[in-house]
């Protein structure tokens, strides 16, 4: 049996994205119990109706599961500081007198992990709560820590010290979601198992690379938190850089966790943002839906972006001269994340007849799950015409191939303590060396910001 405690459980990551994914597990026969802990005060039976109301819209299978297995207990966040206050003592009383009782029923745990979906200033007193609760045994516990890992360096190292004095870094698990997203856990597979890929992944043969991170939805009841963060530090310091690192990274040593780790640090140590080549752009109204200045919580002068496409160099033998592209944003004409790499063209395609495309490949991540490769043939029947085609090998077309929620993936992978898919402290640090600068340049350049109607297709402008 496993103990999954989750901190901030009424939150929206909880409602749209963990529960779910314990859901599932639970009925793919997982045997799981789940503590969930928050700061309203409200009965057991309350929260079970509370999380059957607001997961069945999201949730795919039946809730009855894990309603059976979920259990509540208040916590207030806020005054849990010093060691002699006495809220820590009843948190921490509380929480060890909750797994006694649930031990005698269910047995000891197996492996426990404690999530922290949690705002990022409460990390490092409940990593402290956590441990002075004796509820955290070790070389069995993990601590899963949701983004934004801080709102910039200088904070995030604080954060990462205070974690640290309570969990070794083998047993923190940094969430992205994206490194669980099927088709990125694929990318890895496809460069380096594939030597029709591994071979041309360099300067010689790739002309450019693009990422698209693009969001349909607005900030969704978030106003408060996005008008501080806005699209660098929502989207880029976290999922666009670790997608750019998957693809920019030199081959690891081996295909275990330091080693996997190590590649992507120096990857995107070698990055360097040009922000007076890259564009940022804020949502206006139009007649059916909010502009990014009317939604609560914003600023009404703010000027945080809500899209970004960011001009990357790598300085690295291997991508000298590759401009590396990444486009993210929210209220966009479509949700759609891709990686799209561009090749140069063959040496004797200029004196072919027709028009001789240069090859690419798409790595589409969601919502279609595949990749797509466009190649050039001699036209049917022809003497010498050139057209393209693509083969097109979609996954998620494939009956049968769902793959899993990234929660689901990330979930089963803590449980067995493998950290591959989970960002070390290295890469959090290296992200946010990039987007402060770039957070600070947007701040104090209001006139970079070019304004774009809800909805609309700004692809063709950047
Ligand atoms: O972490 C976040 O990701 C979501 C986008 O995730 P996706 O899996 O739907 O692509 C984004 O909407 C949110 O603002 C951000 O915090």
Request: charged share 30%.
């Amino acid at each position: 049996m496993d103990y999954i405690w989750i901190f901030g459980v009424t939150g929206d990551l909880s409602r749209r994205k963990l529960l779910p994914a314990l859901a599932k597990l639970l009925q793919d026969g997982r045997e799981l119990v789940i503590v969930g802990i928050s700061r309203k005060q409200v009965r057991q039976s309350v929260f079970r109706a509370y999380v059957e109301k607001t997961c069945e819209s999201v949730c795919e299978v039946s809730l009855n599961g894990l309603l059976d297995r979920l259990f509540y207990v208040q916590m207030d966040f806020d005054h849990l500081e010093e060691p002699e206050d006495p809220a820590v003592i009843s948190a921490e009383k509380s929480l060890a007198d909750i797994k006694a009782e649930l031990e005698e029923i269910y047995g000891a745990p197996s492996r426990s992990l404690f999530i922290l979906a949690t705002m990022p200033e409460h990390f490092g007193r409940l990593a402290r709560t956590i441990r002075g609760s004796d509820i955290a045994e070790e070389g069995t516990a993990a601590i899963l820590i949701e983004k934004p890992f801080g709102y910039d360096l200088a904070s995030a190292v604080e954060y990462n010290e205070r974690i640290s004095r309570y969990f070794d870094e083998s047993a923190i698990f940094r969430i992205d979601h994206y490194l669980g997203k099927a088709m990125l856990r694929n990318l890895f597979s496809l460069r380096f198992s594939n030597a029709i890929f591994d071979a041309v992944w360099c300067k010689d043969y790739i002309e450019e690379v693009n990422l698209y991170a693009l969001e349909t939805l607005g900030i969704e009841g978030r106003g408060g938190y996005y008008d501080k963060a806005g699209a660098l530090r929502d989207m880029v310091q976290s999922h666009m850089l670790q997608m750019a690192a998957l693809v920019a990274m030199d081959a690891p040593e081996d295909l275990g966790t330091e080693a996997v780790r190590r590649s992507k640090i120096q990857s995107l140590r070698q990055m360097k943002l040009n922000l007076e080549e890259s564009q940022f752009g804020q949502y206006t109204g139009s007649e059916s839906e909010n502009g990014f200045l009317d939604e609560e919580g914003v600023a009404p002068d703010s000027g945080t972006e809500t899209f970004a496409s960011l001009m990357l160099e790598i300085d690295a033998p291997r991508w000298q001269g590759v401009p590396f592209k990444l486009v993210t944003g929210k209220k966009l004409s479509e949700k759609k994340t891709v990686i799209e790499i561009k090749m140069k063209a063959a040496k004797l395609a200029d004196q072919m007849d027709g028009v001789v495309t240069p090859n690419s490949i798409e790595i589409n991540v969601q919502p279609e799950e595949g990749v797509r490769i466009r190649f050039n043939v001699l036209a049917p029947s022809s003497e010498a015409e050139i057209v393209e085609r693509e083969l097109d090998y979609c996954q998620s077309c494939l009956i049968g191939e769902k793959s899993p929620e990234a929660y689901e993936k990330l979930l089963i992978d803590a449980l067995k303590g493998d950290l591959t898919l989970f960002a070390s402290w290295g890469e959090i640090e290296a992200a946010w060396e990039l987007v402060d600068p770039a957070v600070a340049y947007v701040r104090a350049h209001p006139e970079r910001l070019l304004r774009y109607e809800a909805g609309r297709d700004v692809l063709g402008r950047v």
